[in-house]
């Protein structure tokens, strides 16, 4: 089931770098936050902690439910339908992310840990989520896309503090949960802004302030 | 029930403010909700700081020591004449038609929500909920400085929102490792609260504190504009409208910095001083990196912005120097760049406003056209570039003996020099900008409220180039103590 629920992870993240559309973008992160919930309850079942039950709720109905909501609805409004554009061709994307995957294992297996007994196996996911989340932000000019390469991060950080020490204190995770949500709806008001203005969702067009 | 009063003034004056913003009072509403706030702020200090008790709720989930209350009465001070100079400021706005009303009721309502977030920050104990309050300034403050709306606005404010959001994502990271560090000496309740962490400091795992350090350093270095990954600073704090860019240089530049020293204080006892030098080099690279573009800089708002980067360089310099004197330096240079800086940048946001351009070349002779405004300007100028007898000259000075007691005659020395460069770029376009004949306009008077919020500043730049007051170097002591492991 571990193994299972990390490859659901690391293979939905990778889709990422081959999609052309964005509403695609958001199905996976849809999919990788259920992977996310499912690995809370699994956890739970494990330790009987009860705020990590609560967490896997959270991730269900906040990351699951409405962040994907809330891109969906930006993604129609503003027809940005299918200009996922990259920096990169399609085969040095693929290659980097690759690469990235496998040191996410490797940084893993090397990082001795306390208290982290149930949820070692997701760490290398969990490392690997966060490198890839900063080169979708790195790779990708379309500024929903890099709005997406910040939720990815935050699943990827979400994952390391669930497996390694059984999640923060109750308050803490909720306090997480509260500002990605507000993250993700000022993300969504400033792509509606910067669509109407810049008429495009292309980051190229905003690179007018240097030095 | 203080603390829960002042975030609850503070919500207040946002919420009444933005709700009647079709009404004019609610400028003077928003106005005297910020002075309770400063109030109540004031009352806290004197609680905690100068009857030496610490105030704690709701087990631990409210925490405040000298070290919170210094930040806090710097938060309301410089929020409190932000929200009086924003009234003058927004009306001229409205008038000229570049926003309505309602759009001014929404830029209260953030405003007071973002100096909410920064006072939450400094009055937490748990590292997570520290972290929380850092994300949440973030949020807020992106929307202020997309304020306007434009092009240049949109794009200053998404740079800020991405890298801010990634860069505190690594502090995150950085908080789990220190969080693990404990967890074999301390139960998983206690290993996130600062307190309790700092007791236990020299029990921690070294190595787990040191990467967990050097992750927060990054992440909210990111916050506090340290070079190399202060990039976003400049646009996003000349994009604002000018009461936003002087809290944000003024307090939270501060607020991400007060992050990084509450993590510092623990590491550097835990890694037996070894975690000053990360704060050295961080510091002194910061203020260098600032030379060129303070030199050769055509925006005014913007060689405003990298003076907060080498500012912000100089704070992290000297506790990087540490001992009673360097950090004693540090917090006065805290207090005095908040002054000065916010000062700066209302003369600024008046002549910005009144000359219709931030471009420095197109701006001359602001004495004979904003008499006001000009005088100011000329003495937040000479101010924040460190001459005296203002009262940056006086904290500049005190770091540069504190890294000549420290040992760190190198750096020390380096940093005269830069600063001697940095004064001689700034003074060059201030003065080409404050003389030269009177552009064919008439005379502005400047506005009440703005003259009212830069008098008060004033004050406090020229009385504090000629002697620190009592009561700030209690605070400062006090604060000092705290940051050194003193809790009661």
């Known amino acids: ?211 | 029930m203080l603390a829960i009063g002042l975030f609850v003034v503070t919500l207040l004056s946002g919420a009444l403010g933005g709700l009647f913003s079709r009404h004019k009072f609610a400028d003077f509403l928003q106005a005297t909700g910020s002075f309770v706030s400063l109030l109540l702020a004031g009352w806290i200090a004197k609680i905690v700081i100068f009857d030496g008790n610490i105030l704690i709720y709701s087990d631990h989930l409210i925490y405040i020591d000298a070290l919170g209350a210094f930040n806090i009465m710097l938060i309301a001070m410089v929020g409190f004449v932000a929200a009086v100079y924003s009234v003058g400021y927004m009306r001229y706005e409205v008038a000229e038609g570049f926003i309505t009303r309602v759009q001014l009721g929404r830029y209260y309502f953030f405003f007071h929500c973002f100096i909410l977030s920064m006072l939450w920050v400094s009055s937490v104990d748990n590292l997570g909920m520290l972290w929380v309050g850092i994300e949440l300034t973030t949020l807020i403050s992106a929307l202020l400085v997309s304020f306007y709306g434009t092009q240049h606005a949109l794009e200053a404010a998404w740079k800020y929102l991405i890298m801010g959001v990634v860069g505190i994502g690594f502090a995150l990271l950085g908080i789990v490792f220190l969080y693990m560090s404990g967890l074999n000496t301390m139960n998983p309740a206690a290993a996130l609260q600062w307190s309790s962490l700092m007791v236990v400091a020299d029990q921690l795992n070294p190595q787990w504190v040191e990467i967990g350090f050097i992750f927060i350093l990054i992440g909210f270095g990111t916050k506090a504009g340290l070079a190399p990954m202060h990039f976003w600073l400049p646009d996003a704090h000349s994009q604002a409208p000018a009461p936003v860019s002087a809290v944000l240089s003024g307090v939270l530049l501060n607020t991400a910095l007060y992050g990084i020293f509450r993590i510092f204080a623990i590491a550097n006892l835990t890694l037996h001083g070894q975690a000053a030098k990360y704060l050295i080099g961080f510091g002194l690279f910061s203020i260098a990196v600032t030379v060129p573009f303070i030199m050769v800089q055509k925006d005014l708002k913007r060689m405003l912005a990298f003076s907060s980067v080498e500012h912000m360089g100089i704070i992290t310099l000297a506790v990087g120097f540490g001992g009673p004197l360097g950090l004693y330096g540090a917090f006065l240079h805290m207090f005095n760049h908040s002054m000065t800086k916010s000062l700066l940048f209302f003369a600024a946001g008046d002549v910005a406003q009144k000359y219709h351009t931030k471009f420095m070349d197109r701006i001359f002779g602001v004495l004979k056209a904003l008499p006001f405004t000009g005088i100011v300007m000329l003495i937040a100028a000479f101010g924040v570039a460190g001459a005296p007898p203002f009262s940056i000259f006086l904290s500049e000075f005190t770091i540069m003996l504190a890294g000549a007691a420290s040992g760190n005659i190198f750096a020390a020395g380096i940093f005269a020099l830069l600063i001697v460069l940095i004064f001689a770029g700034m003074s060059y376009y201030v003065l080409k900008m404050a003389f030269g004949k009177m552009p064919v306009r008439t005379v502005h008077q400047t506005d009440f409220w703005m003259k009212t919020a830069m008098s008060i500043l004033l004050v406090f730049v020229i009385v504090g180039g000629l002697y620190v007051p009592d009561p700030l170097v209690y605070a400062i002591h006090a604060a000092v103590a705290i940051f050194q492991g003193g809790i009661k």
């Open chain 1, 1 to 211: 089931m571990d193994s299972f629920i990390t490859v659901i992870l690391l293979v939905s993240t990778l889709l990422l770098f081959r999609t052309k559309k964005t509403m695609d973008a958001v199905f996976i992160i849809t999919i990788q936050s259920a992977g996310l919930a499912v690995i809370g309850f699994i956890m739970w079942y494990r330790t009987g902690l009860v705020h990590l039950l609560i967490g896997a709720v959270l991730t269900l109905v906040v990351k699951t439910f409405l962040i994907p909501y809330i891109l969906y609805y930006t993604v129609r409004k503003t027809k940005e339908h299918r200009n996922i554009v990259r920096s990169m061709g399609q085969f040095p994307t693929m290659l980097i992310a690759l690469l990235l995957t496998v040191l996410g294992q490797y940084v893993a297996s090397h990082l001795m840990l306390p208290g982290a007994e149930h949820g070692m196996r997701y760490l290398s996911a969990a490392i690997g989520l966060v490198f890839l989340g900063t080169f979708t932000i790195i790779n990708n000019k379309q500024v929903l896309m890099e709005g997406i390469g910040v939720i990815v991060i935050e699943n990827g950080l979400f994952l390391i503090t669930q497996s390694l020490s059984y999640g923060m204190p109750l308050a803490v995770e909720l306090g997480i949960f509260f500002d990605l949500f507000v993250a993700v709806v000022i993300i969504a008001s400033l792509t509606f802004k910067i669509h109407s203005v810049f008429h495009s969702l292309n980051t190229e067009k905003m690179q007018d302030l240097r030095g």
